[in-house]
């Protein structure tokens, strides 16, 4: 149990250890801080769209928030597989094995290509159906089809550069993913300044401007990782054959452990798509308010994502090597680092939140339910880190991709889904209530996060049987 032999061990691992080792911070820096600038570029990114959409009303930012579910479901899909592959690359480089770290690329970006393909389709033919599913103002209907079909011709071009950014983090090259994003940003937010508002000569096209800028930033960022990739002529540079040199007993293999993740990311994805239609039942204010807080939480969440992503990296190595005993120490630091940070996240969030609402331009209770939003937020900081770190570094990096699935498809569709409902339909809470309520989702998963971490089951080198 938490509180015996194995909550000693933990509190030992986490007050005597967590500082003493200068080489374990030299590589959680090197790794996470090119992680956390490219999270926080990709956060502003879409804290610019949302701002200078909002500028133009509530519809519009309803709008594109709804079309940007499709594509949140499709991230879901691809990151699911390249995670999942991610924990084959960071063992396989910890092994020194540059040959099946090809393979793995090669098969991420297969199925990446695929997936993309499926929702560009989906979302170019039959976009007006897909935004009806999460609200029924004809407004918002119209605004959200008009920024769908647009930004989906972006979707391949966003599956090729994440495949690669995620390989590159697997094998702790961070320096590279961070310089790309830097150029999408800039991309994205002069062009939605042009397009948007009819700047710089452009045509004012409002929501399609917004769409435009991003489908061509994320072109340029596409091109410019991959011109990068081929010149600096690393692992990752690898020919067509070299890529896509693999059989079926390979795919067969990989898939035990990636298909989890798959289904992991699914899971939790699908359960986020359910929560937007719940607070769609609200009404549009809701999804606004939703919109809005989510942005401004992105912010705030850009290191806890850089230390999970890291974690996940340091630890598949050191597994990957053989040095498990090490894995489970860098795991138990990781995870006294994670509260120590979310303390601070928790803080920022509660003392910053009326000044950075005050930058949006919509209605008194819009501002007040995303106020409402944030406070719970800030109150359950400390476990929704836990359960990051947790989940989307040390067990997956562990190889621990079964368990972590369980953990998710239990809370989520046991917990979380029903109470969404429970509280905007039954009850009829307000958005915040709805949000208040979902916390119980996370406390749960955080018990059986840590309670797993104690018991070391978690260890599964699983590039041992794949040549």
């Given at each position: 149990m938490l509180f015996g032999k194995?909550?000693?061990?933990?509190?030992?691992?986490?007050?005597?250890?967590?500082?003493?080792?200068?080489?374990?911070?030299?590589?959680?820096?090197?790794?996470?801080?090119?992680?956390?600038?490219?999270?926080l570029i990709a956060s502003s990114l879409n804290m610019v769209d949302t701002v200078m959409i909002g500028r133009v009303g509530e519809f519009e930012i309803a709008a594109v928030g709804i079309a940007n579910q499709v594509f949140f479901l499709f991230i879901i899909l691809i990151m699911g597989f390249y995670s999942g592959a991610g924990i084959f690359i960071s063992q396989f480089w910890g092994n020194n094995d540059e040959k099946n770290i090809r393979r793995i690329l090669g098969l991420s970006l297969i199925i990446g290509v695929i997936i993309s393909v499926i929702f560009t389709t989906g979302a170019l033919f039959l976009?007006?159906?897909?935004?009806?599913?999460?609200?029924?103002?004809?407004?918002?209907?119209?605004?959200?089809s008009d920024y769908l079909k647009v930004v989906s011709i972006s979707y391949i071009f966003t599956a090729i550069t994440f495949a690669f950014s995620m390989a590159l983090r697997s094998i702790g090259k961070t320096m590279l993913p961070m310089i790309v994003s830097i150029i999408a940003l800039l991309t994205n937010t002069i062009l939605n300044y042009a397009f948007i508002f009819g700047n710089l000569g452009a045509p004012e096209l409002g929501v399609k401007g917004a769409a435009l800028a991003t489908l061509i930033a994320r072109i340029i960022e596409a091109i410019v990782l991959i011109c990068y990739v081929y010149m600096s002529k690393g692992v990752l540079a690898s020919s067509i054959k070299e890529m896509f040199n693999f059989n079926k007993e390979f795919v067969e293999k990989s898939f035990k452990t990636?298909?989890?993740?798959?289904?992991?990311?699914?899971?939790?994805?699908?359960?986020?798509?359910?929560?937007?239609?719940?607070?769609?039942?609200?009404?549009?204010?809701?999804?606004?308010?939703?919109?809005?807080?989510?942005?401004?939480?992105?912010?705030?969440?850009?290191?806890?994502?850089?230390?999970?992503?890291?974690?996940?990296?340091?630890?598949?190595?050191?597994?990957?090597?053989?040095?498990?005993?090490?894995?489970?120490?860098?795991a138990y630091r990781l995870f006294g680092l994670g509260a120590l940070v979310a303390i601070g996240i928790s803080i920022l969030i509660w003392v910053?939140?009326?000044?950075?609402?005050?930058?949006?331009?919509?209605?008194?209770?819009?501002?007040?339910?995303?106020?409402?939003?944030?406070?719970?937020?800030?109150?359950?900081?400390?476990?929704?880190?836990?359960?990051?770190?947790?989940?989307?570094?040390?067990?997956?990096?562990?190889?621990?991709?079964?368990?972590?699935?369980?953990?998710?498809?239990?809370?989520?569709?046991?917990?979380?889904?029903?109470?969404?409902?429970?509280?905007?339909?039954?009850?009829?809470?307000?958005?915040?209530?709805?949000?208040?309520?979902?916390?119980?989702?996370?406390?749960?998963?955080?018990?059986?996060?840590?309670?797993?971490?104690?018991?070391?089951?978690?260890?599964?080198?699983?590039?041992?049987?794949?040549?």
């Open positions: 194995g909550g000693r061990k933990l509190r030992r691992g986490l007050f005597k250890r967590l500082f003493s080792d200068g080489e374990f911070y030299k590589i959680l820096l090197a790794i996470a801080i090119p992680i956390v600038i490219q999270n976009p007006e159906p897909i935004v009806r599913i999460f609200n029924k103002d004809n407004d918002v209907i119209r605004l959200g990636i298909i989890p993740v798959v289904l992991n990311e699914i899971c939790w994805g699908l359960g986020s798509v359910v929560y937007a239609i719940a607070y769609g039942k609200i009404g549009t204010q809701a999804i606004a308010s939703i919109q809005i807080t989510t942005t401004i939480q992105n912010l705030y969440m850009v290191l806890v994502f850089g230390i999970a992503n890291a974690s996940a990296v340091m630890v598949g190595n050191q597994i990957g090597a053989g040095e498990e005993e090490k894995g489970k120490e860098y910053t939140a009326k000044d950075v609402l005050n930058i949006f331009k919509v209605s008194e209770t819009v501002l007040y339910d995303s106020l409402m939003i944030l406070y719970i937020t800030s109150l359950i900081m400390i476990v929704r880190v836990i359960n990051i770190i947790l989940i989307v570094g040390v067990l997956r990096g562990g190889g621990d991709a079964k368990y972590s699935l369980k953990l998710e498809a239990f809370t989520m569709w046991g917990i979380g889904v029903p109470l969404s409902f429970i509280g905007a339909i039954w009850f009829n809470l307000p958005i915040y209530g709805v949000v208040a309520l979902l916390t119980v989702e996370e406390v749960v998963k955080c018990f059986f996060a840590v309670k797993r971490l104690i018991s070391n089951k978690w260890v599964n080198r699983v590039i041992h049987d794949i040549q």
